[in-house]
């Protein structure tokens, strides 16, 4: 045990002020102190009532929480829009082409279809978005206010589409295919690598970042992990926090109580109007509340919401489909490596898809070479999980598996689009 702080100096007081002067003025003090520090309060709050590692840096940005708000209300009138587009450019062809696609297929009634499942969409929304204000005492007051200085540009509607389908990739019977491919690896291997779940009196510590919708997370806790999930976009955490508040405890939560048409925003590679207006429903589970009590969600950059950490930090992170969203993938691996205590686990699944402005793109080998550099051992992993990567290199042979992957990807379109999802897993040295 360190010696806790030493208690700042006293400020000495002149003698002949009153005890109520004095009050008055630590109470006004202590009001400026609190207006201006409010985020880093509300931060220093969290690391007094969270049991698990410091976290400092992590404050919501209302803003952003406000756009994702906003853009949740407005998924009914964008696409709508879109549809409307639709309609509009139909309307250019000649008109006996009209007459025939009206008499033979139907296509302004496709449309018409399609606008009645986004307003089934709308209401996911709509539900995402007050269980939003909700969470975050945000009244429709103040985020009309904010709609209002912001006008049409305050949310974006391609973000909110895309955090609604991760309710099919995470939440539905209908995403099932995109995670038998991925948990089980990660799943077994967990479950192997840490065959009891209290060490040292107390349960092992994971952590998942850019969490998505959570449902890796929520499994891990369900094996009995304590688990922190963390993830930095708002769309993501206010679907992610409303699918965890469907617990069984929840009256209004039902199996499948939700519809939802995820794939009426792209019309492409539709085998028929019916694969492309169908529904999922979600959740195919109700989160259980003791599972939730092992479960946090926080919010922020992973890179800065995790750092200073003390010396005990996690016992492992998975990253599922995360470390190519780096603008600096290095800062990933050494953000992993620091959390993790001498010996923790690290267990990777996902593709090299570099996004959002990267400052390096490294292939495979080069990721590997840097996490080595920094301080991991790669482990053998089974040999079920997938084809070797790198058989020829001597070193990595049986460390690094490849399987297809989708993701966010409709079965049944006519679009094949796949990752060679790579697997592995990496021990910190001590
Ligand atoms: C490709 S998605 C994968 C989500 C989830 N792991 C899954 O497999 O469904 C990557 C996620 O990481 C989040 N993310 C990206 N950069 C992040 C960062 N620096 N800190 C925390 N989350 C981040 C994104 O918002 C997104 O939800
Ligand atoms: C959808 O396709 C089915 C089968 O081809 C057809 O009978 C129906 O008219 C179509 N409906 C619309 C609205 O296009
Ligand atoms: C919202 O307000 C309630 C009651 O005042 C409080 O317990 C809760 O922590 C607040 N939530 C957030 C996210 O600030």
Known sequence: MSSLPQPPPAIEMKPGVSVTARFSLLIACLAIILALQYPLFLSYFQRLTSSGPVVTGVGVDRSKVLAALSGLSQYKIKANAALHKKKREYNKLPSQQKLHLLQSLKYYTKISQATAAANTNDRVAKAVRDFGMRYYNISSLELHAYEKTRGRASGDHTQVVQALKHFVRDWSSAGEHERSATFPPILTTMKTLFPNQLREGRQTRVLVPGAGLGRLAYELAAQGFDVVANEFSPYMTLAHRYILSLHQENPIAKIDGHTFHPNINWWSHHRSNESMLRAATFPEVLPQRDVLNRLRLIEGDFVKAFLPLEE???????????????????????TIHKVLKPGGIWANLGPLLYGTAPLIELSLDEVLRVAEKIGFELLPVDEKWGDDTFPDVEEWKGKIKGNLAGYSWDQESLSRNAYQAQFWVGRKKD
């Not at 005990?312 to 050494?334: C, H, K, M, P, Q």
């Open 312 to 334: 005990s930090g996690f016992d492992a992170v998975v990253t599922l489909f995360f470390i190519d969203t780096a603008r600096n993938i290095v800062d990933y691996l050494e």
